[in-house]
């Protein structure tokens, strides 16, 4: 961090030239990911403006161009007509007014007419460095052009510290009103959500009030990324509370969860009928992201960055890169949880069923594990020298865990290497992804999942596993278009 000049860090594009060789200079890393959303240059985080419209998936990330660091923030472009092959479209949102002069930050996106409306933060700071959060609107028309919407749709709320980002914007159906839930934290520090209410999409937003979330007026510092989805008759709360530790999640302070319940939008109370689960049990989930319902499409899908607020990933970083987001996933809710599967159609991805016997393991893999409900144990990239990572259930305790302390590379360590959840039945079932550089664990036909970054040396390549489980293995074809795209 101590390399990155002011200059750099605030710099936005000017010209392809400027990035053409960091992109290619990626394009030689052995952890660059085959089938996962990952930058052409710099680094990525939060997924934002996720929306099906016109037989495409629309789909921005977060992403500061020129390096492994959290610079001044632009939106880039990436679409899909499966959720599995992606292509590049290039830069959407750029720093470049007054209203977001110090970064493009996240948000959400509305499906109006024929144009999608971009709902984002804009970061402003004035010549004395005081910060000032805008919610801002612009419209993607049917061409492909993005125009920015000159002035903001409101500013921040008195009484609340500057952290009110990431607008979700929701359309109720029961009264027809226009809603922007931002993620907040009041003047003692502690997370909270506003809501902002209006009958048109694009305007006379007013603030409602502070939601009130009985029961969770204590549960950690700013909540990132808010959503509100409907299923059925329940609304599930999406919020990612920061500086708070949790059972399970040795010393990591950011998580991204839910609480199942009811929102009233007129009363600005949201009512559990539950507690907080997290969405994801492994080492790297944050800022999740559903897509916008639209006519075309009602199911949910969920897509996530593959990363944490204040992790740091060593091995990308030294090649000047950092960040991917998760496969995209099918959410159900079932009892009391939400389930989670993988998009139907990964399995097209499958090129070469492997010889389980050989012990190999590919750099883009899949298994597909079916166990008996006792003891298990999974380990992936061995070699000699290092056990790898380890996947273990005790059938005794029900407590599955992850621990990736044996990997040769180890990172984020103070933040704990090891994971660990209770499952409410027996194991029987796993679903795996391997890309290269990152880990995905569908557990019991998506009960729960796990999901990791890892960064496996050239000689740690094989795996072993318990005797008692039966196993498919998969090498993977590659699926995100490589190209460059400005």
């Known amino acids: 961090m101590n390399e990155w000049s002011r200059e750099t860090l605030f710099k936005q594009i000017t010209n392809e030239n400027e990035l053409r060789p960091l992109y290619e200079s990626i394009q030689n890393s052995a952890y660059k990911q085959s089938f996962h959303i990952q930058p052409i240059s710099g680094l990525l985080n939060d997924p934002n403006g996720f929306i099906y419209k016109e037989g495409l998936w629309h789909l921005f990330y977060q992403w500061f161009p020129f390096g492994?660091?959290?610079g001044l923030k632009h939106w880039y472009h990436v679409v899909s007509s499966d959720l599995i092959h992606w292509k590049n479209l290039?830069?959407?949102?750029?720093?470049?007014?007054?209203?977001?002069?110090?970064?493009?930050?996240?948000?959400?996106?509305?499906?109006?007419?024929d144009d999608i409306y971009l709902y984002y933060t804009g970061n402003h700071r004035s010549e004395d460095w005081v910060r000032t959060p805008y919610t801002c609107l612009a419209k993607l028309s049917l061409d492909g052009t993005i125009t920015k919407i000159k002035d903001a749709l409101f500013g921040p709320v008195k009484g609340f510290t500057d952290n009110q980002r990431d607008p979700k914007i929701i359309h109720n159906?029961?009264?027809?009103?226009?809603y922007i839930l931002l993620g907040a934290e009041d003047e003692h520090n502690k997370g909270c959500l506003l809501l902002f209410g209006s009958d048109h999409p694009d305007r006379d937003f007013s603030f409602i009030n502070k939601v009130l979330v009985?029961?969770?007026?204590?549960?950690?510092?700013?909540?990132?990324?808010?959503?509100?989805?409907?299923?059925?008759?329940?609304?599930?709360?999406?919020?990612?509370?920061q500086n708070i530790f949790l059972p399970g999640r040795s010393y990591a302070k950011h998580h991204n969860g839910y609480i199942i319940g009811h929102m009233d939008y007129s009363e600005a109370v949201f009512l559990?009928?539950?507690?907080?689960?997290?969405?994801?049990?492994?080492?790297?989930?944050y800022a999740a992201s559903c897509a916008a319902n639209t006519k075309s499409c009602d199911k949910k899908i969920l897509i996530g960055w593959m990363g944490n607020s204040d992790c740091t990933y060593p091995v990308t970083d030294n090649e000047s890169w950092s960040g991917c987001l998760t496969l995209p996933r099918e959410l159900k809710l079932g009892d009391r949880r939400l389930i989670q599967t993988p998009v139907p159609g990964l399995s097209a991805l499958r090129v070469k069923e492997l010889d389980p016997s050989s012990k190999d393991l590919p750099a883009k893999a899949e298994f597909e594990i079916e166990t008996d409900g006792k003891d298990f144990y999974l380990?992936?990239?061995k070699n000699r020298r290092s056990r790898g990572l380890m996947i273990s259930f005790n059938s005794y305790s029900k407590k599955l865990g992850v621990d990736r302390s044996g990997l040769s590379n180890r990172f984020n360590t103070d933040w704990g290497e090891s994971r660990t959840l209770v499952l409410e039945k027996e194991l029987t079932h796993l679903r795996i992804?391997?890309?290269h550089s990152s880990l995905e664990i569908f557990v019991n036909n998506g009960a729960a999942v796990m999901s990791s970054r890892i960064f496996p040396t050239e000689h740690e390549t094989q795996f072993e596993i318990s005797p008692n489980a039966d196993f498919k293995l998969w090498e993977l074809a590659d699926s995100m278009e490589n190209n460059f795209i400005l």
């Open 68 to 70: 492994p660091v959290h």
């Open 90 to 113: 290039g830069v959407a949102l750029k720093p470049d007014t007054f209203l977001d002069n110090k970064g493009v930050y996240s948000g959400s996106a509305l499906s109006v007419g």
């Open 173 to 178: 159906k029961e009264d027809g009103r226009y």
């Open 214 to 241: 009985p029961g969770y007026e204590n549960f950690g510092n700013m909540w990132e990324c808010p959503s509100i989805e409907r299923f059925d008759d329940k609304d599930v709360l999406f919020i990612c509370p």
């Open 272 to 285: 559990p009928e539950g507690s907080y689960h997290e969405l994801d049990h492994g080492f790297d989930f």
């Open 379 to 381: 380990s992936l990239f």
């Open 433 to 435: 992804f391997i890309d």
